[in-house]
């Protein structure tokens, strides 16, 4: 059975649900009450990307805000995949996903990524405010994928980190 050891981020801007994505990743629960990732947080969890093929993950659950942006550079290194995190109710968040992937590729190299639209959950309270066509669109011009997520609901939350590890594997073989 092979197994693979994979460094993935958890990048995008502040309070987009990062953390709360990770947390219901890998021990399936949701806190309402946020709290500001200082730096990085580090993670493990084994993934079946396919039928007995199973990958460790070290998920970096890395800090969004500006003032974090100085030693944020330092966590991409040796990152295989990262998923692009973005707040489905905030608009500013996903104008800014290009920014994101820019400093992605300049400190991690051309890395595999999934666009997430998170917090898909508080959609019915405030309308769509992002053209999800567009962020479909954008994803795929850039050789990826986008799901949309609800770390409040669990939804797709599971399939965005398969889906992530087994592109990174097919990139490399």
Do not use: C, H
């Amino acid at each position: 059975m092979s197994s693979f050891k994979l460094k993935v981020l958890l990048t995008g801007a502040a309070a987009v649900g990062k953390t709360s994505l990770v947390q219901r990743f890998i021990k399936n629960r949701f806190q309402a009450n946020y709290k500001l990732t200082v730096g990085v947080d580090i993670l493990t969890k084994d993934v079946e990307f396919r039928q007995g093929e199973i990958a460790t993950l070290s998920i970096w659950d890395i800090g969004g805000q500006q003032r974090f942006e100085f030693i944020r550079s330092t966590f991409y290194k040796g990152a295989a995949g990262t998923l692009l995190v973005f707040d489905l109710t905030r608009e500013q968040t996903y104008t800014e996903i290009r920014k994101w992937l820019t400093e992605i590729r300049q400190f991690a190299g051309d890395i595999p990524f999934v666009l997430i639209g998170n917090k898909a959950d508080l959609m019915e309270d405030v309308g769509v405010v992002i053209d999800r066509d567009e962020a479909r669109a954008f994803a795929e011009s850039e050789g990826s994928i986008y799901i949309e997520t609800s770390a409040k609901t669990g939804i797709n939350v599971d399939d965005a980190f398969t889906e992530l590890t087994r592109r990174i594997i097919d990139s490399r073989t």
